[in-house]
Nanobody, 118 residues
Framework: QVKLVESGGGLVQAGGSLRLSCAAS????????AGWFRQAPGKAREFVAA????????YSADALKGRFTASRDNAQGTVNLQMNSLQPEDTAVYYC???????????WGQGTQVTVSA
């Protein structure tokens, strides 16, 4: 079973940027489609961004387009989430998820906390 581990979360001031990374222990994510979700306290988990396994461009939730972008680092076998112009409402636990090739996402990481101060 693939185990996903997120990193890069932390505390940042409003207007700042963070880059999250997702790695699969003992595996490369190069053959996985992958996505990012987030969950704020008291709210449902919501989609943030995703990147297909092969053909196709990364895509983001409509409300986050232009600020949040998923990408791959094929050399490292990881998937990243670049977050710019962060706002306090972006405070949440961010989760990485993946699925083999074109399969549905079926593996989740434990999440990494992102806190944006005003």
């Amino acid at each position: 079973q693939v185990k996903l581990v997120e990193s890069g979360g932390g505390l940042v001031q409003a207007g700042g940027s963070l880059r999250l990374s997702c790695a699969a222990s003992g595996h490369s994510l190069n053959n996985y489609g992958a996505g990012w979700f987030r969950q704020a306290p008291g709210k449902a988990r919501e989609f943030v961004a995703a990147i297909p396994w092969t053909v196709g461009e990364p895509y983001s939730a409509d409300a986050l387009k232009g600020r949040f972008t998923a990408s791959r680092d094929n050399a490292q076998g990881t998937v990243n989430l670049q977050m710019n112009s962060l706002q306090p409402e972006d405070t949440a636990v961010y989760y990485c998820t993946a699925g083999w090739e074109h399969s549905a996402f079926n593996v989740w990481g434990q999440g990494t906390q992102v806190t944006v101060s005003a």
